[in-house]
């Protein structure tokens, strides 16, 4: 059996809940794309309504459509980093199932990619999208992660973005990451550039993200910056803790023996015992959590690489028999 034919682009939909979109988006990438060899993969995240059943519809009249589907709903990021993981195009694509991105970005964006960068990341300008609980909070967030990082971007929340396959392929994605990819990318020595793109307002279906995903994205921002500085030395985060704790505990001590000697204030009754105590402890906690971390990082280096998703099956086209 022959293998199928290496597309030059891969466009990654995850798709959870969208039923009402997905005909005529798959129709506007195939208006976008008409001059391009490429393939279209829907990753259905554990969809409840009859999404599937629209995929599959496509995909039985459409030989570069392949279905990803998920036993339960795993979340955005795991979709896209199965997407990722199957994907065949030197350059992929991410793409919103719900209709906001304009599949007509897509050649300017693979252009703007071969002048020489490794990610275009597409910026939503002109956001289509309630104020006070979408727009606000991604612009609030967007400046935050770029002074955490050092990469400035206007639009890190925007799905549609093109990358170099060989970029993305080695970074693992976990919580709600995907959004950071051009951060990861950039630390890892990849060039990044910006975009401005076209965002549609949604006409069908509900969206499926609030001011919650706000509060996630700041958690994850925390856990790049410790992988980004530390993943390979955590000893020196808890450590330096265990440090500053042990210095507290000295002083407080050193300050309660001063008081016994030259004021004779009972050490019993000084609540400065009990800080020094308090503080020697939580040290020792704080440096034995930095050697359990270290045990976990090595671990974790050196372990085999195990996906954060689970597939029920993947659905496309067999190649003829040679």
């Given at each position: 059996m022959t293998q199928p034919e290496q597309p030059a682009l891969s466009i990654v939909i995850p798709v959870f809940n969208e039923e009402e979109n997905l005909a005529m988006l798959h129709g506007e990438i195939v208006q976008a794309l008409k001059d391009f060899h490429y393939e279209i993969l829907f990753v259905d995240d554990g969809s409840a309504d009859k999404s599937f059943a629209v995929l599959t519809d496509i995909q039985k009249n459409s030989p570069n459509v392949r279905l990803i589907r998920f036993r339960r709903n795993f979340g955005q990021t795991a979709a896209l980093s199965a997407g990722f993981k199957h994907a065949r195009g030197a350059i992929i694509v991410p793409l919103d199932a719900d209709g906001q991105n304009d599949p007509a970005d897509i050649p300017r964006l693979v252009s703007k990619l071969r002048e020489g960068f490794d990610i275009v990341s597409g910026w939503r300008k002109d956001r289509k999208d309630n104020a006070v609980t979408r727009t606000l909070p991604s612009r609030i967030a967007n400046w935050f992660i770029g002074r955490i990082t050092g990469v400035r971007l206007h639009d890190y929340g925007c799905t549609l973005k093109a990358y170099r396959a060989e970029s993305l392929k080695p970074?693992?994605?976990?919580?709600?990451?995907?959004?950071?990819?051009?951060?990861?990318?950039?630390?890892?020595?990849?060039?990044?550039?910006?975009?401005?793109?076209?965002?549609?307002?949604?006409?069908?279906?509900?969206?499926?993200?609030?001011?919650?995903?706000?509060?996630?994205?700041?958690?994850?921002?925390?856990?790049?910056?410790?992988?980004?500085?530390?993943?390979?030395?955590?000893?020196?985060?808890?450590?330096?803790?265990?440090?500053?704790?042990?210095?507290?505990?000295?002083?407080?001590?050193?300050t309660v023996l001063a008081m016994k000697v030259f004021r004779e204030y009972s050490m019993n009754r000084n609540p400065l015992l009990i800080v020094s105590l308090i503080l020697m402890t939580t040290a020792v906690q704080f440096v034995l959590m930095g050697l359990l971390a270290e045990i976990l990082v090595r671990t974790y280096h050196e372990s085999q690489d195990r996906p954060i998703y689970i597939i029920d099956k993947i659905i496309e086209s067999q190649p003829p028999a040679s």
């Open positions: 970074i693992r994605l976990y919580g709600e990451m995907h959004r950071f990819i051009p951060a990861l990318a950039r630390w890892g020595g990849e060039s990044v550039a910006e975009m401005v793109v076209n965002h549609r307002p949604r006409t069908r279906g509900k969206t499926k993200y609030g001011l919650n995903r706000t509060f996630k994205v700041i958690l994850d921002l925390i856990t790049i910056k410790f992988l980004a500085s530390f993943s390979t030395k955590p000893i020196y985060v808890f450590g330096g803790l265990g440090v500053l704790c042990f210095i507290g505990s000295f002083i407080s001590g050193i």
